[in-house]
């Protein structure tokens, strides 16, 4: 029913009957018109914000804010992420997401979830000690994490930023030499260690604690490789 009704709106929305600046009607006389329930109200009007067309404004009402070509959805495009402000500020996005998530996993993971964790990690340790490409196990070990919340939200925001959420695979100019590197590389795969040692143990609060760890140090991690690589 909520579906329903959010199509109803927004159609009334993007026909011009309702315009730009107007006022929603009441949810009493949505009820009423629609014959459904406040609950169902609630929750239109929130799939209504969600898209950008209307916006809520406590104690006054709900009013239309455009239409949907004019109301921006969240996106993060490749190119946005060519500096490294442009990385830290997905990094801080990330401790703010996969500390939480981290902390669901631990409560919800399975025993399949944690087999693909350890698959991962094995993965990485072994492209680590032959030169290989640890992006991709690293990428889907923070994937995995997600997965194990059980939350589909979590799991879809994750596959839309794909694997240029890790820094080293989009900034390769600010490499640093292949030793320091490898030993970057080791410290990660320490940090993803403990992290999944959280998770294997059911303890939210030192998941969500490594989580944040892991991602503080990295974002600190491309700021000394970038600074490297600029005195180079």
């Given amino acids: 029913m909520a579906l329903e009704l959010v199509d109803a709106l927004g159609e009334r929305i993007r026909e011009g009957q309702l315009k730009v600046g107007d006022k929603l009607p009441t949810e009493a006389a949505i009820m009423g018109e629609f014959g459904v329930s406040r609950t169902v109200v609630r929750e239109a009007i929130s799939k209504l914000q969600a898209s950008g067309l209307v916006e809520t404004r406590h104690g006054i009402g709900t009013f239309v804010r455009g239409v949907g070509d004019e109301a921006e959805p969240f996106r993060i495009d490749r190119e946005q992420l060519g ?40 993965a990485f340790a072994k492209a680590l000690e032959e030169d290989g490409d640890t992006v991709g196990p690293d990428f889907q070990f923070h994937v995995e994490i997600a997965r194990a919340t059980q939350n589909t939200h979590f799991i879809g925001l994750m596959n839309y930023l794909g694997a240029m959420i890790i820094p080293r695979a989009r900034l390769n100019g600010a490499d640093v030499m292949d030793a320091e590197r490898r030993e970057y590389l080791r410290r990660v795969n320490g940090e993803h260690e403990s992290i999944y040692d959280a998770i294997v143990h059911q303890d939210p609060e030192g998941a969500r604690a490594a989580m944040r ?8 991690r491309r700021r000394r490789a970038t600074a490297l690589a600029e005195r180079g």
Avoid: F, K
């Fill in 83 to 122: 500096t490294l402000r442009d990385v830290i500020a997905l990094l801080e996005l990330r401790i703010g997401m996969e500390t939480e998530a981290c902390g669901l996993a631990a409560l919800r993971r399975t025993p399949d979830n944690l087999a693909v964790m350890r698959q991962a990690l094995d």
């Fill in 213 to 220: 760890t892991h991602l503080a140090n990295s974002r600190e």
